[in-house]
């Protein structure tokens, strides 16, 4: 059974910093990656889709590298701002199955 | 880009009543759409599997006599939450999968908040 973890659960940073969220999962057989974004009470904004065949994925500030064999996903954010500020959550994708989601990052950018 | 819209968006209904949640793939035909839950600070967990024009499969502990799924056409997917209890409250969201030749991407709506009283 596919199992994924996100460290750290929660993170505090000043504005400014450049930062990195961690994902692993334990199943190296996947199709894609993907990262989330959700803000408190909201649906989910997909950030980057990073598939089998690819090792990373950039979208202006964001950058998320894949490494399937080692079964661990990063996540890049550079200059961080307040707006930032949400939940951020890995998710893989195997076969013809569901995302299996780990349990996210709270992140908070300080002004 | 491909678009997944739910409705309700929100709904408080009282105990013991049942509540319908649509999720609808707005530009593209989904065979297959996923229900997941989501309850407070915690991430999302699939509930079950919908198929187009077949019987939704669930997963482990959630019953299917309570949370019933009808996926008819290949837009369209609800969820019927039965006789709701407090416990049922949660965020429902659905997501719709988008096959393009080998590859295959999942939309997400954006969510129904259920309350029960």
């Known amino acids: 059974k596919q199992e994924v973890t996100q460290i750290p659960a929660a993170l505090s940073v000043p504005e400014g910093e450049n930062l990195v969220l961690n994902c692993s999962f334990t199943?190296?057989?996947?199709?894609?990656l993907q990262w989330f974004r959700q803000d408190p009470g909201k649906g989910l904004t997909s950030l980057l889709l990073?598939?089998?065949?690819?090792r990373e994925q950039t979208s202006g500030r964001l950058n998320a590298s894949l490494d399937k064999s080692s079964g661990r996903s990063t996540l890049y954010i550079a200059a961080s701002q307040p707006g930032d500020s949400a939940t951020y959550l890995c998710?893989?994708?195997?076969?013809?199955?569901?995302?299996?989601f780990g349990s996210g990052t709270r992140l908070q950018v300080q002004p | 880009g491909a678009v997944v819209s739910q409705h309700p968006s929100w709904v408080i209904c009282k105990s013991g009543t049942s509540v319908k949640i649509e999720c609808r793939s707005l530009?593209?035909?989904?065979?297959?759409m996923f229900w997941y839950r989501q309850f407070p600070k915690q991430s999302l967990m699939l509930m079950a599997t919908?198929?187009?024009?077949?019987?939704?499969?669930?997963e482990q502990g959630v019953e299917k006599d309570k949370f019933l799924i009808n996926h008819a056409s290949l837009t369209l997917s609800t969820l019927t939450v039965t006789s709701a209890h407090p416990e049922d409250s949660s965020f429902y969201i659905c997501?719709?999968?988008?096959?393009?030749?080998?590859?295959?991407?999942?939309?997400f709506g954006p969510g129904t908040r259920l309350l029960v009283l």
């Open positions: 997501s719709a999968r988008k096959s393009a030749g080998s590859l295959e991407t999942q939309y």
């Open positions: 199943d190296s057989a996947i199709y894609n």
């Open positions: 990073i598939q089998s065949s690819q």
């Open positions: 998710a893989v994708y195997a076969g013809r199955r569901a995302l299996t």
């Open positions: 530009d593209f035909q989904a065979t297959t």
């Open positions: 919908s198929n187009e024009g077949s019987k939704a499969t669930y």
